[in-house]
């Protein structure tokens, strides 16, 4: 370690929610070196590529209600209203950023001090908070999607237009969040390869059954889809049960997946199905090293439960009393509008 390398108290991966409630708490609570790093050219890269816009943005997300627990005061908005908020809280708190950074592994020092290589340099950290999130890499299918109408087959809603048919294939939260969302201008099908959709939360399951009811959105279920195939410039899918049918476009929802390469780099352990291992104070098994946001629970995308993340994570180092607090007198003066 370089005598001139600034160590900082608090090194952070991920620029979303989770890291930027870290980031925010960590300074309105007095910890002065912070380093945020982030993969994509912006925060909050997963807000910008897979809200549509103008998409409503809850606090109290699926019907979780909850609590903001330190000085953040986030609230109801939308996609662009949070993105501004976002904005002012890094500016207003000068959280000191590398954008186009991604980070490939991490390791602790015999001295204590955790070495983070990145794409853009190498770091030096007392404690580290991974916030990278799950949807930066959605699940795809496991057959080929052939190229000719690759510009048809999403795994967002970005591409989509008015008045298309459209295919949502998935059977959780997000999936059921799509296809009523898209029902408004267009012909919606969701198909979810088993009979019943149980994994949405109960607000979903009742979003979902109600625009079954009155037909803003037709159920396929019971049934997997085994290929699809470019039919005059359309997408047409080919189901287990034999049948076929051509849509405009498909949307895959199927989930995100840990970065479980990632986590390994980082010694971390991982669970029988590839989740990290954290205690109550979201501190993982290594030492110094937090996770927030939506890898740190499995059902994700609670944007209010990130920030407060963040919070617990900042106290809980206060707490080990490793790094130096110094006395702030900043004021919260970032609303969502």
């Keep these: 370690m370089s005598e001139n390398q600034t160590v900082y108290d608090l090194v952070i991966i991920g620029g979303g929610p989770g890291g930027i409630g870290t980031a925010v708490e960590a300074r309105a609570l007095g910890i002065e070196k912070i380093l945020l790093l982030e993969k994509s050219d912006n925060h909050s890269d997963t807000i910008r590529k897979f809200y549509k816009d103008n998409k409503r943005v809850d606090k109290d997300w699926q019907g979780q209600l909850v609590e903001m ?16 908020f976002f904005d002012c809280l890094i500016d207003q708190h000068v959280i000191d950023s590398e954008f186009n950074c991604e980070v490939d592994k991490i390791t602790k ?6 070495r983070v290589r990145a794409g853009c340099g190498e770091f030096l950290g007392r404690y580290i908070v991974i916030a990278i ?10 057959y080929k999607i052939p190229p000719s109408i690759r510009k048809l087959v999403n795994f967002n809603l970005d591409q989509c237009n008015k008045g298309e ?12 969040e799509y296809a009523v969302e898209l029902s408004r201008n267009n012909e919606v099908t969701l198909n979810y390869r088993r009979a019943e ?6 607000t979903n399951r009742q979003m979902i059954q109600e625009a079954f009811t009155v037909g803003r959105v037709r159920p396929l279920l019971g049934v997997d889809i085994e290929g699809l195939e470019n039919l005059h410039g359309k997408v047409e899918v080919h189901f287990t049960d034999g049948s076929r049918e051509v849509f405009d476009r ?7 997946t840990t970065p479980v390469d990632f986590l390994k780099n980082a010694n971390l352990q991982l669970d029988a199905t590839g989740e990290p291992v954290i205690k109550e ?15 740190a629970f499995k059902s994700g ?29 900043l004021q919260q003066v970032c609303q969502k509008k």
Excluded: C
């Excluded at 048919?165 to 059921?176: H, N, R, S, W």
């Excluded at 959709?197 to 109960?202: I, Q, Y």
């Design 109 to 114: 020092g015999e001295e204590g001090i955790f």
């Design 165 to 176: 048919k459209i295919l949502v294939v998935g059977g959780g939260d997000t999936a059921t």
């Design 133 to 142: 999130g799950r949807m930066g890499k959605p699940n795809k299918p496991s």
């Design 281 to 295: 104070n979201l501190e993982t098994s290594v030492e110094g090293i937090y996770i927030a946001g939506d890898i």
């Design 197 to 202: 959709l149980t994994r949405p939360n109960p």
């Design 301 to 329: 995308g609670s944007i209010a439960i990130a920030l407060n993340h963040g919070y617990r994570i900042v106290q809980d180092i206060i707490r080990h009393g490793k790094v130096k607090v110094a006395q702030t007198d």
């Design 250 to 256: 498909v949307i895959y929802a199927i989930g995100g």
């Design 69 to 84: 627990e330190g000085t953040i005061p986030f609230m109801d908005g939308t996609k662009e209203s949070t993105l501004d």
